[in-house]
């Protein structure tokens, strides 16, 4: 009797295991503002400008190139990482883009467009700003139409004549970002210029300290799981239901007493808003492709 109990106690134990969500440390996440350096300004305000100073990778190019999918949850344009280019799994978004595909159909072949991950890069920066936020992650998205934030700094690198090496802790460079409002009120960054050659940092305490930050794009943008982004792929919004331990689409559970829900993405939300006013409203909504292309939005 006791062995019977304990191969299945051992089962349970196995299969508790291999259905655990695999990428989510917890249901409930609490984006931390300072992790991240983003481009929006507040309501009203026309213009700014930024300075920020690139951190160098400890291998190779310090611009990380991420897949991601953008969509619309809840009035909220999000960004989730593809699982099929980021791990090699299979991915709702992309399944979907590649059923359409297979229809042949042309407007199915167009709709597929909606559901195709984004190359998008995450670069580690120090807002001058801000320093005492320490290191922050900056994601923005690649544009094909080479007129984005990436063709912008490669277009300031190539232009320098000494000290090309911006991330150079000694003799790098600090940029400055103009940032503007385009014609749908959104904010983009309209210029980059390289500022004159100086140390990272005149604190070779705090120079270390932002040199040996060891956090990739990982550590701070989540990386969902196969089944909350079908919730997503749905049309659904997920919230993580304590009871059954796991993501379910809130319209599934209208009826259960609402305080087993967390709406996590909600909450992400609320919070970012809160805190720096991102003027995206009046446009994100209706934002077609080329605008979106150029928006930055929350973090994963
Ligand atoms: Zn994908």
Same mark, same amino acid.
């Given at each position: 009797?006791?062995?019977?109990?304990?191969?299945?106690? &051992?089962?349970? &134990?196995?299969?508790?295991?291999?259905?655990?969500?695999?990428?989510?440390?917890?249901?409930?996440?609490?984006?931390?503002?300072?992790?991240?350096?983003?481009? @929006?300004?507040?309501?009203?305000?026309?213009?700014?400008?930024?300075?920020?100073?690139?951190?160098?990778?400890?291998?190779?190019?310090?611009?990380?190139?991420? /897949?991601? /999918?953008?969509?619309?949850?809840?009035?909220?344009?999000?960004? @989730?990482?593809?699982?099929?280019?980021?791990?090699?799994?299979?991915?709702?978004?992309?399944?979907?883009?590649?059923?359409?595909?297979?229809?042949?159909?042309?407007?199915?072949?167009?709709?597929?467009?909606?559901?195709?991950?984004?190359?998008?890069?995450?670069?580690?920066?120090?807002?001058?700003?801000?320093?005492?936020?320490?290191?922050?992650?900056?994601?923005?998205?690649?544009?094909?139409?080479?007129?984005?934030? @990436?063709?912008?700094?490669?277009?300031?690198?190539?232009?320098?004549?000494?000290?090309?090496?911006?991330?150079?802790?000694?003799?790098?460079?600090?940029?400055? $970002?103009?940032?503007?409002?385009?014609?749908?009120?959104?904010?983009?960054?309209?210029?980059?210029?390289?500022?004159?050659?100086?140390? $990272?940092?005149?604190?070779?305490?705090?120079?270390?300290?932002?040199?040996?930050?060891?956090?990739?794009?990982?550590?701070?943008?989540?990386?969902?799981?196969?089944?909350?982004?079908?919730?997503?792929?749905?049309?659904?919004?997920?919230?993580?239901?304590?009871?059954?331990?796991?993501?379910?689409?809130?319209?599934?559970?209208?009826?259960?007493?609402?305080?087993?829900?967390?709406?996590?993405?909600? $909450?992400?939300?609320?919070?970012?808003?809160?805190?720096?006013?991102?003027?995206?409203?009046?446009?994100?909504?209706?934002?077609?492709?080329?605008?979106?292309?150029?928006?930055?939005?929350?973090?994963?």
């Amino acid at each position: 009797m006791s062995n019977e109990k304990s191969a299945l106690d &051992a089962m349970l &134990a196995q299969y508790e295991k291999n259905n655990a969500p695999k990428y989510e440390k917890k249901s409930e996440k609490v984006y931390d503002l300072k992790n991240y350096f983003n481009t @929006f300004i507040k309501e009203g305000v026309k213009s700014a400008t930024k300075e920020i100073r690139i951190l160098p990778s400890s291998d190779g190019s310090p611009f990380v190139e991420v /897949h991601g /999918h953008k969509v619309q949850v809840d009035g909220e344009w999000k960004t @989730f990482a593809c699982l099929k280019h980021e791990k090699g799994e299979p991915c709702p978004f992309c399944e979907a883009r590649e059923e359409l595909l297979a229809t042949g159909k042309e407007s199915d072949k167009e709709l597929a467009k909606k559901y195709a991950a984004r190359k998008m890069y995450v670069v580690k920066v120090v807002d001058r700003e801000h320093e005492e936020d320490g290191v922050k992650f900056w994601r923005f998205n690649h544009d094909y139409r080479k007129e984005g934030i @990436f063709d912008k700094i490669h277009g300031v690198l190539t232009a320098l004549k000494t000290n090309k090496d911006i991330t150079n802790p000694q003799t790098g460079r600090d940029l400055s $970002l103009s940032i503007q409002r385009n014609q749908n009120n959104v904010p983009v960054v309209s210029a980059i210029v390289a500022l004159d050659s100086t140390p $990272l940092s005149e604190d070779s305490e705090k120079a270390e300290a932002w040199l040996n930050d060891g956090r990739t794009w990982e550590d701070v943008y989540s990386v969902r799981t196969y089944d909350y982004l079908e919730i997503i792929v749905k049309g659904g919004i997920p919230v993580w239901d304590k009871d059954e331990k796991k993501f379910v689409d809130k319209e599934s559970l209208k009826s259960n007493s609402a305080d087993t829900l967390e709406e996590e993405l909600t $909450l992400g939300v609320e919070n970012v808003k809160a805190n720096i006013q991102a003027a995206t409203t009046t446009s994100a909504p209706t934002a077609s492709v080329e605008t979106e292309d150029e928006e930055d939005d929350l973090p994963f």
